[in-house]
């Protein structure tokens, strides 16, 4: 946790102190994961995060900030090991950073739990990452979504068995409402 809790620490003083660029956040009265109606716009990224739960903030600014560096060509500062991913491969290293982040506050810091970061983080853990982001974002990522549906039958089935026992809900992207 202390390397996460370094890299945490170094990117939200940039998010704050770095004058090259702004990642806005604004508060929403709905559950939201963190690319729920992201905006990248020029030097800025625009988020929203869900008011009930403000600790979700920082994970979701990770997100957008980390989008941003990589729209920037500045992603090598801040996660070197996706300097170069693009498409599927480099939303699931920015949401792999994401769930580390919540993580870190769900485990040191002890803050309330939130539905959409804690999915996050059950799903990296439980080995469905790829499932839950082609899930809940079926209109995404298409050519990396067919061939990991041809490569993993019926993963998909029991990522949603797992969700629905997990969680006792469905996942995003099959719920009939938000």
């Given at each position: 946790?202390?390397?996460?809790?370094?890299?945490?620490?170094?990117?939200?003083?940039?998010?704050?102190?770095?004058?090259?660029?702004?990642?806005?956040?604004?508060?929403?009265?709905?559950?939201?994961?963190?690319?729920?109606?992201?905006?990248?716009?020029?030097?800025?990224?625009?988020?929203?995060?869900?008011?009930?739960?403000?600790?979700?903030?920082?994970?979701?600014?990770?997100?957008?900030?980390?989008?941003?560096?990589?729209?920037?060509?500045?992603?090598?500062?801040?996660?070197?090991?996706?300097?170069?991913?693009?498409?599927?491969?480099?939303e699931k290293a920015i949401l792999g950073r994401v769930a580390?982040?919540?993580?870190?506050?769900?485990?040191?810091?002890?803050?309330?739990?939130?539905?959409?970061?804690?999915?996050?983080?059950?799903?990296?853990?439980?080995?469905?990452?790829?499932?839950?982001?082609?899930?809940?974002?079926?209109?995404?990522?298409?050519?990396?979504?067919?061939?990991?549906?041809?490569?993993?039958?019926?993963?998909?089935?029991?990522?949603?068995?797992?969700?629905?026992?997990?969680?006792?809900?469905?996942?995003?992207?099959?719920?009939?409402?938000?």
């Amino acid at each position: 946790m202390d390397s996460i809790n370094e890299w945490v620490n170094r990117e939200q003083d940039n998010i704050t102190n770095d004058p090259t660029f702004m990642v806005e956040t604004r508060p929403s009265v709905d559950e939201v994961y963190p690319w729920d109606r992201m905006e990248i716009s020029n030097d800025t990224v625009r988020l929203y995060f869900d008011a009930r739960a403000p600790d979700s903030r920082i994970p979701v600014e990770t997100y957008g900030h980390l989008h941003l560096m990589a729209k920037m060509g500045r992603l090598q500062e801040f996660l070197p090991e996706a300097a170069t991913a693009t498409g599927f491969d480099l939303e699931k290293a920015i949401l792999g950073r994401v769930a580390d982040a919540w993580l870190l506050g769900r485990t040191v810091y002890d803050v309330s739990p939130y539905a959409p970061l804690d999915e996050l983080i059950y799903a990296r853990d439980a080995g469905y990452l790829d499932a839950f982001i082609f899930t809940a974002r079926p209109d995404e990522f298409a050519e990396a979504r067919a061939e990991w549906a041809r490569e993993n039958p019926g993963r998909a089935e029991e990522y949603r068995t797992w969700f629905r026992k997990t969680f006792n809900r469905e996942p995003p992207g099959l719920r009939t409402t938000k």
